[in-house]
């Protein structure tokens, strides 16, 4: 156990700076190589401590290769033959043994890290509680305690442990938000499971699924959202109050026949859709039309939500919306009326 | 007609191996569109079902058709030969798992022009690949063409199984055997015990699909975790089918062209088994994400961690096998020197997958891509280079143009580590595999371009290997028995290609690496163990083809037994199962016919043996 702890003593140096090249890899809220939480950053401190090992291992290698390759050639005038070694039984230890401290370098801090993991907080007071259900494609999350659902943006107070509880309305899928967490499947009822991270530090990251699910797995991302405190009270507060109609009645009363048979906005639908409550103040529409009103990383929301309206199966191939105009029947009018509602549709 | 027939091992090999470059270009082609696809954010090139598909054939082709017939062609062109026997101990089954492989492996690939290829990835993890969400024949095709295909390669391994343990020439000792035979008897082994499995896995899913059973249906109250064991106890010792002939050609290249024995053969043998062995204790470090729990996790990336150890010894010895050597950089060479470092390169990120923490942000994300293909491509297709090359004068009595096979093996190893190279940071910076296409502005553009140039190289260096074969085709058949002048093992005694019977005289074997110790003590061939004889050969037969061709009616018959057809005669003769009927009524009316009519095969005498 000592021995082990100094050999791993002894790679920490190569270990550090490593960390610090591969930092500068990737975006901040995406890169697995830039942890922003507990979570991500025990992951990240494996990763370094393999990829020394690892490093290590492969210049032994290399450069015994080279060597030999270089240093034995063959060469023109070499008649004689060269002397046949059955073996070397110190040198043939000597490669088992050294692997296998190697091994055991990396499998105790894992085997440390793996019962970590495991560590829910489903029974801790102060987590927040959040069951996710992965669905063909899109994400939906409910705020058990709170009586609160949405979609697509998840949002959390900073600094808090939020406890998951993951399952799927249909086939697999995987969720993850790399800068944050490891992934974890969306199992059906049965194989329900548990995980939880935290983010410190308040800002939007990216999340995907990461289990093939269909034809737009690769579109079925999220956005978690970490908040203040007290704007993460502000939120729930404002996702509980009433529903907010669009004011024109005829758009109003589409809206209510077209929409709300499957969506929910505040206290009106039923969620079996994305729930749409304050849909103008989240990051994307359907998870990867971003809302971004300088135009770099998307488009201003109004855009997407009529992109999206005029054509959900162009945006997500195979999803389960039906498409407005050719199976809701509403006008373009109508789509247009509607987008513009939702994307003034706010929580304050 | 001849080759519809034959039971000869050394033409059964060649038929192997063109089935294989025929799937193994199928999954190449594949392989550059899903590329071409990837080449920058949000292209249209491709939609995404069909990605889906593209996907998930041109992973199901390259592991079950691609390159396993490439490594039962280089079993059956050698393994006879290098333990001095005249074929293999059941021609007539060789023969049958060819046919099999065959009609199995075309069976999967006719669902592109029959509505529709399977979309649930190469692993088809239910609830995906069930009716509810794959709705065309798909995922039929996939599980009834797999499942007659495996029936191929189940026989072929209890083959060589069989023909190892009872064939092998007098005085060669289990310890003595060449290490391409000692790999391909324990990859035998794992076919024997791994295959089983899928076989089982394939036919529940089978029912799920056809007959509307619930074993993976939640709905019904199946368990969709339980395919993802079933698929791994098979999945996880199936990559160890695919290196270990790998290994086992490595051995047998480097010490010809260093001229040295192998270093420490005991403790490859050693190695080798124990690799066999821990292969089938870790299938589950494919689903640390799946939830199975701490204490799981913590046992399976442990006794993952634990293979590094006898891979180590391997690359250790193989190193110093040419150390103090004279080591010639012929092709096979050159690719079994340049598997060396690629192979580790897959080992060690495998090493780092072992770790259930740290595969938490790996799993299914381009770092697995990077890392399978390191393996595969970079470890198992060098491999099969560099025996390809080097085994081509005796399978075939030419050698392959050594300029060519240079520029064959530059332009592969460049292009390959241009490809998947830059695929760890994809995965690391946060691109999860299996998408069509991905959102720009993630830093993902360059790479993915990089990967996609690197993976045109490769294509251009398979091109330089079939103008090789084409131009070596051309010239003609005048290789040496010994065409390497180093040979070592007892398929370098005997003319290239042999004659049908390979060996005149069944040789008797002295030592380690028998024919090297023959010249080495002044000899130029070696010492006969029999006098010459009558030789029995098995005749040739239609049989194993006819069977084959009934297992395949048979599986597309009960495919389609629910569908209705335009037609009332075809829905009649689908539906009442009569197709399917049919099929097995000619698969076993060819049993039948194997088992009344007695065949005693023919015998070359000793006067013709002379007369060649
Ligand atoms: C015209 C009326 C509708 C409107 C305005 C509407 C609006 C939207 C919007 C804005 C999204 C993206 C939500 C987000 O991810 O931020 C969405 C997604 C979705 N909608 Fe609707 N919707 C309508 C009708 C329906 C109906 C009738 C259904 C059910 C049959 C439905 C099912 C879905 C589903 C399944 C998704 C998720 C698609 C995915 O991301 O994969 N929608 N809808
Ligand atoms: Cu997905």
């Given at each position: 156990m000592m021995k082990t702890w100094q050999a791993g003593k002894r790679l920490l140096p190569m270990t550090a700076t490593l960390g610090l090249?591969?930092?500068?890899?990737?975006?901040?809220?995406?890169?697995?190589?830039?942890?922003?939480?507990?979570?991500?950053?025990?992951?990240?401190?494996?990763?370094?401590?393999?990829?020394?090992?690892?490093?290590?291992?492969?210049?032994?290698?290399?450069?015994i290769a080279a060597y030999v390759l270089i240093r034995f050639r063959r060469k023109p005038e070499q008649r004689e033959i060269p002397e046949q070694v059955e073996g070397n039984f110190k040198l043939e230890v000597l490669w088992t043994v050294i692997p296998l401290i190697l091994v055991v370098v990396l499998a105790v801090p894992t085997v440390r890290a793996v019962f970590a993991a495991g560590n829910d907080h489903s029974d801790d007071k102060n987590a927040i509680k959040v069951k996710v259900t992965g669905h063909q494609y899109w994400w939906e999350f409910e705020y058990t305690d709170y009586g609160v659902k949405t979609a697509q943006d998840l949002v959390i107070p900073a600094g808090k442990d939020i406890a998951f509880e993951l399952s799927t309305a249909d086939v697999l899928h995987s969720f993850w938000v790399p800068s944050l967490a490891g992934k974890m499947d969306t199992n059906p009822d049965g194989t329900i499971n548990r995980f939880s991270f935290s983010a410190p530090n308040e800002g939007v990251y990216r999340g995907k699924c990461a289990e093939l699910c269909g034809p737009s797995h690769g579109f079925m991302e999220f956005k978690v959202k970490s908040v203040s405190d007290a704007e993460f009270e502000q939120w729930l507060a404002s996702m509980k109050s009433p529903a907010v109609l669009p004011e024109d009645p005829e758009i109003a009363a589409k809206f209510k026949s077209a929409c709300l048979q499957c969506h929910a906005v505040?206290?009106?639908?039923?969620?079996?859709?994305?729930?749409?409550?304050?849909?103008?103040?989240?990051?994307?529409?359907?998870?990867?039309?971003?809302?971004?009103?300088?135009g770099v990383d998307g488009a201003p929301i109004l855009d997407n939500l009529k992109t999206w309206l005029h054509d959900p199966q162009g945006v997500k191939p195979g999803n389960k919306m039906p498409d407005p105009k050719k199976d809701l029947g509403l006008t373009d009018e109508e789509i247009d009326g509607i987008a513009e509602y939702l994307a003034g549709y706010t929580l304050d | 007609m001849d080759w519809l027939t034959t039971v000869d091992h050394k033409k059964i090999a060649i038929l192997y191996l063109w089935a294989g470059g025929l799937f193994f270009g199928i999954g190449g082609l594949e392989a550059i569109l899903i590329r071409i696809q990837l080449i920058k954010p949000m292209n249209t090139f491709l939609d995404a079902q069909t990605f889906n598909e593209l996907i998930t054939m041109h992973g199901t082709t390259m592991i079950f058709l691609g390159v396993m017939p490439v490594i039962f062609a280089l079993m059956n062109a050698v393994i006879p030969l290098q333990i001095g026997a005249r074929d293999v101990a059941f021609p007539f089954l060789n023969a049958l798992g060819f046919w099999t492989f065959l009609f199995g492996g075309i069976l999967l690939n006719l669902s592109w022009i029959m509505g529709g290829a399977p979309d649930a990835g190469w692993t088809s993890y239910t609830p995906l690949s069930t009716t509810t969400y794959s709705a065309t024949h798909g995922v039929d095709f996939y599980t009834i063409g797999l499942q007659i295909a495996g029936l191929g390669t189940l026989i072929g391994g209890i083959n060589f199984l069989a023909t190892i343990i009872t064939m092998r020439a007098p005085g060669m000792s289990y310890m003595r055997m060449p290490m391409f035979a000692w790999t391909t008897f324990i990859t035998s082994a794992i076919i024997l015990f791994a295959f089983p499995a899928i076989t089982v896995g394939l036919v529940l899913l089978t029912f799920d699909r056809i007959l509307g059973a619930n074993f993976f249906e939640v709905g019904g109250g199946g368990n969709p975790v339980l395919w993802q064991h079933i698929f791994w106890i098979f999945g996880h010792p199936e990559v160890y089918i695919l290196i270990l002939p790998a290994f086992g050609i490595i051995s047998e290249v480097i010490p010809t062209f260093a001229r040295k024995r192998l270093f420490g053969y005991s403790s490859m043998v050693f190695a080798t088994i124990l690799i066999a062995f821990l292969g089938f204790m870790v299938w589950a470090h494919h689903m640390f994400t799946t939830g199975l729990g701490p204490v799981a996790n913590a046992l399976f990336s442990v006794s993952t961690m634990l293979i590094a150890v006898p891979t180590g010894i391997k690359i250790f010895n193989w190193l110093f096998t040419m150390w103090g050597g004279q080591v010639r950089f012929t092709t096979p060479n050159l690719f079994a020197v340049g598997f060396i470092p690629t192979f580790t390169m897959g080992g060690v990120t495998g090493v780092m997958l072992a770790s259930a923490p740290a595969d938490f942000q790996f799993h299914d994300t381009y770092f697995v891509v990077a890392h399978f293909h390191y393996v595969i491509v970079g470890g198992l297709v060098l491999g099969l280079f560099a025996g390809l090359h080097y085994w081509w004068p005796k399978m075939f009595g030419r050698m392959l143009g050594e300029g060519l096979g240079k520029w064959t093996f530059w332009t592969f190893i460049i292009g390959f580590h241009m490809t998947f190279f830059v695929q760890h940071f994809l995965g690391l910076m946060g691109m999860q595999r299996r998408v069509f296409t991905y959102l720009p502005n993630q830093q993902f553009d360059l790479l993915n371009l990089i990967s996609t140039i690197g993976a045109g190289l490769m294509g251009v260096g398979m091109l330089f290997f079939l103008a090789n074969i084409f131009l070596t085709s051309r010239k003609p058949a005048d290789a040496a028995n010994d065409p390497w002048e180093d040979g070592r093992t007892?398929?370098?005694?005997?003319?290239?290609?042999?004659?049908?019977?390979?060996?005149?005289?069944?040789?008797?074997?002295?030592?380690?690496?028998?024919?090297?110790?023959?010249?080495?003590?002044?000899?130029?061939?070696?010492?006969?163990?029999?006098?010459?004889?009558?030789?029995?050969?098995?005749?040739?037969?239609?049989?194993?083809?006819?069977?084959?061709?009934?297992?395949?009616?048979?599986?597309?018959?009960?495919?389609?037994?629910?569908?209705?057809?335009?037609?009332?005669?075809?829905?009649?003769?689908?539906?009442?199962?009569?197709?399917?009927?049919?099929?097995?009524?000619?698969?076993?009316?060819?049993?039948?016919?194997?088992?009344?009519?007695?065949?005693?095969?023919?015998?070359?005498?000793?006067?013709?043996?002379?007369?060649?």
């Open positions: 090249i591969l930092a500068g890899c990737g975006r901040e809220d995406l890169s697995v190589l830039r942890p922003q939480g507990p979570a991500a950053e025990s992951s990240f401190d494996l990763m370094k401590l393999a990829i020394t090992i690892m490093i290590v291992v492969l210049l032994i290698v290399f450069s505040g206290d009106q639908g039923i969620a079996m859709g994305p729930d749409l409550t304050g849909i103008g103040s989240r990051e994307s529409v359907a998870g990867i039309l971003l809302n971004d009103d300088t | 007892l398929e370098w005694t005997i003319p290239s290609p042999p004659p049908e019977y390979n060996f005149k005289q069944t040789p008797l074997v002295r030592g380690i690496d028998a024919f090297w110790k023959e010249k080495t003590a002044g000899h130029k061939g070696m010492t006969p163990s029999e006098p010459v004889g009558s030789i029995h050969m098995p005749s040739a037969t239609i049989l194993p083809f006819l069977m084959s061709v009934g297992i395949f009616i048979a599986g597309l018959g009960f495919m389609f037994s629910r569908d209705t057809f335009s037609s009332e005669a075809l829905s009649f003769l689908f539906n009442n199962y009569i197709v399917t009927g049919l099929g097995l009524l000619i698969t076993f009316g060819s049993m039948l016919m194997r088992s009344l009519y007695d065949d005693h095969g023919w015998h070359i005498e000793p006067e013709e043996l002379e007369g060649r």
